[in-house]
């Protein structure tokens, strides 16, 4: 339960009225009750030996299938007005699935919670997989067909709709790198991962708009590339970078187009993909953690995030200097969110709509984790100075509420603001959950 532990009032800038604060989760990463659904790619990824650090499956996580209402009742306390999670796509498959977010929402809309579904969040179910999975344009139309049965059910309460999660990292770690489920290793052939996902993005914004539901947003990793330096091979990689993590998922959905000519990489007919694709939307949402300072490739392995990446990309990635890291390795950087929207501002002019951060956290160890409150107080100051910059931004979902499953890395990483004893599911808030909780307040 919250604590009730007294925090110096956060003396924040004040945001606009009506400034949605929330958090968020995932299905995977914190449901367990493996045994009550389908199986998706993340388990039968983490039944393989060596592909999860500490050889530890979600099977469990944090139980949230089971302990749902008090997790609600720390939504409550913290104060947040909006709560980001997933719906399993394997869970919706099986029976009874859907029952429990019924109840997930019921308890939402009690508390004075508003629920913020995420409709697909990496796990694929593993029967899609087996026919092909994202590289196959046939798991779009069974996306569209989940996003229907979703919406009919719990549309009378969910008001904020979000379709895919970081299409891009599924498309690199789990598609061309194999880091990630489904664990493909396919380089520059996963594209036609990236093409199908945003269609089933766009195919799911039309499910929701004939299903009576509005203010709809996608939930898109974005961060500014730095160049190593000004040299010409270092600025070409750090644009071919941009261009593959940021460009080639934000200009297909705002622009209705692909950037410098990635459409002929892509299958089917593009052209009529991109109407689709490009379907009006009410919010576009940043997933938001660092920059990341991009050279020309030097011909070895590269570490980043935790993996390894191979010599033969034509880029390389480098430490930014001079900044403190979380227990990830990520370097912190604030300014570089407020870079990153009056950049998309600038870029995609009126063509760009409001925005949400839909994801902003950290990895810390520890229950007085002053690091992440610093992390966060210099995160909500970085997006004030875009608002004052002009940068429609109307909202920011912390991640996450809960320790709990970081994919590959397992259960070694910590973004909670509630700590997660796995063995005993207790949950203990930290100190940065008191922080925003008394952040919050002070906003209202």
Request: hydrophobic letters at 40%; a negative charge.
């Amino acid at each position: 339960m919250a604590t009730d532990a007294v925090h110096p009032t956060p003396s924040l800038p004040r945001f606009p009225d009506g400034f949605l604060w929330g958090v968020s989760t995932s299905a995977h990463q914190i449901e367990g009750a493996a045994d009550e659904r389908e199986p998706s790619v993340w388990d039968v990824f983490e039944a393989e030996p060596g592909r999860i650090k500490d050889g530890s499956t979600a099977a469990v996580a944090c139980d949230h299938v089971h302990r749902h209402r008090e997790d609600v009742a720390l939504l409550a306390g913290l104060g947040v007005d909006a709560y980001r999670f997933s719906v399993s796509w394997p869970r919706v498959r099986s029976a009874g699935g859907l029952d429990f977010y019924d109840r997930l929402v019921d308890d939402l809309c009690a508390a004075g919670v508003r629920p913020v579904p995420t409709l697909f969040h990496w796990d694929l179910p593993s029967a899609l997989e087996e026919k092909g999975g994202w590289l196959e344009r046939d798991t779009a139309a069974r996306f569209a067909d989940h996003v229907s049965t979703v919406a009919d059910r719990l549309g009378d309460r969910v008001q904020k709709w979000i379709t895919l999660n970081e299409p891009a990292e599924h498309t690199l770690f789990g598609h061309a790198l194999g880091a990630h489920a489904p664990g493909r290793q396919l380089m520059f052939d996963a594209l036609p991962a990236a093409h199908h996902q945003l269609l089933a993005h766009g195919l799911a914004v039309r499910a929701l708009r004939a299903a009576g539901a509005g203010d709809i947003g996608i939930a898109n990793s974005h961060g500014p590339t730095w160049p190593a330096s000004r040299e010409q091979p270092d600025l070409e990689a750090a644009a071919f970078y941009d261009l593959l993590l940021n460009r080639l998922f934000a200009e297909p959905v705002l622009l209705g187009e692909y950037p410098d000519g990635m459409g002929d990489l892509m299958p089917g007919d593009v052209a009529a993909d991109l109407s689709v694709i490009a379907e009006p939307l009410d919010w576009y949402g940043v997933n938001y953690y660092s920059p990341t300072k991009v050279g020309a490739p030097q011909g070895t392995e590269i570490e980043f995030g935790g993996l390894t990446l191979p010599a033969e990309l034509p880029f390389s990635v480098q430490d930014i200097e001079g900044v403190p890291v979380t227990d990830f390795g990520w370097p912190v950087v604030p300014d570089g969110l407020t870079e990153l929207l009056t950049g998309f501002r600038d870029r995609y002019g009126d063509r760009l709509p409001p925005v949400v951060i839909t994801e902003n956290g950290c990895s810390y160890e520890g229950l007085d984790d002053q690091d992440r409150i610093a992390y966060l107080d210099g995160h909500v100051r970085a997006l004030h100075k875009a608002i004052e910059a002009g940068v429609d931004v109307r909202g920011y979902f912390v991640w996450s509420l809960l320790d709990n499953f970081e994919w590959a890395e397992g259960y070694e990483r910590r973004f909670g603001l509630v700590h997660v004893d796995y063995a005993t599911q207790r949950r203990t808030p930290k100190a940065s959950y008191g922080w925003f909780r008394d952040a919050l307040r002070a906003q209202r």
